[in-house]
């Protein structure tokens, strides 16, 4: 049976925010391509977990072109998933892509140059057989191209149509906040500031979202769950199939005595709120006004539902804030 999403998808409990000072509304919780999306993935699973998010409210797809592996597969693998099922469905979709880190060989497959950003999203389009993404980001601050360059590249992709929006990922606040000025005095304001931000890493507490919100900038947070580690997922070792055990991105050293007694602590704090560990991690960030969206990632549909039971969370007291507070300031960040 060729899928059919679901009709009451709008009603089936997701949030929608306007993002910053714009007119676009996105979910409270994305999805994120950056892991098991891949040629190395299971193609079928990646492709329920797109169905099971878009029938469960979610309307924001988060990529990048190096996603994979192989680098640019996840897009490849979206595109034929947005041809096989969803093109239908395009203009209830918001794709995004980033251009930034290292992608192909030679001296514009990196950084943050006209020619790397404009050349980087001509490939994406091809892959994700889009004629547009919906939000482009500069992945991030390469430290060499000036900054005015970058943002007049950002500006000019928005007016030849190729993205209807763009984003800054990982630019540090002054950075930020003159890419932010350089982007509004050229008419095509920064949408949203992409950051990481969970219980473990909390470093855009000090600027990233205040200058984002200052200047009606959204806020996205990547890697809301730790890349796996606030949830149950490493409470009992290390499973098989994990993102730790399976690929260099989250180290096995990164799993520390301490931290797994943290860990521990949370989820008895989430398990006295009535949710997972997974559910409250998400919810503490989404209970700051000035985040727009977390952008989950997941293996399973087991944990996109799992996540996606965040959105019913209860509020916090402000015991259970101080809490949590103090079991994760004790942790090295
Ligand atoms: N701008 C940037 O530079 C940047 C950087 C990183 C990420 N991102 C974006 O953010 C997205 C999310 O990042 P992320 O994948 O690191 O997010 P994350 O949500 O912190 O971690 C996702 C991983 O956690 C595990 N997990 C998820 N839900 C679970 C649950 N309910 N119970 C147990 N385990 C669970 C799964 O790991 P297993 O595979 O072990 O099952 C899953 O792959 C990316 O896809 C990408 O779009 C952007």
Redesign the pocket.
Known sequence: MPYQPTSNRYSAGMEYSLCGKSGLKLPKISL?????FGFVDEFKQSESMVHYAFDSGITCF???NN?GPPPGSAEENFGKILKNSLHAYRDELIVTT?AGHQMWEGPYGDGSSRKSLICSLNQSLKRLQLDYVDIF?S??YDGITPIEETMQALSDIVRSGKALYVGL??YPPALAAKGYQLLAAQGTPCLIQ?D?Y?LLSRKVEHGVLETARLHGVGFCA???????L????YLNGI?E????A?NGFLKKETLTAELLGALVQLNNVAAERGE?L?QMALSWILHDERVTTV??????ID?LA??LGALKAPGFTDEELSNIRTIVERLPE
Do not use: E, V
């Not at 994120?32 to 098991?36: A, C």
């Not at 990547?222 to 796996?228: D, I, K, T, V, Y």
């Open positions: 994120g391509l950056w892991h098991n988060d990529l990048a996603y980033k980001y992945h991030r990922s990982k992409q990481r969970n990547f890697s809301p769950l730790a890349q796996g606030l949830s149950d997922r499973p199939a994990s993102r730790m399976k997972s997974a952008i989950m990632g997941a293996s399973s944990q799992d996540n």
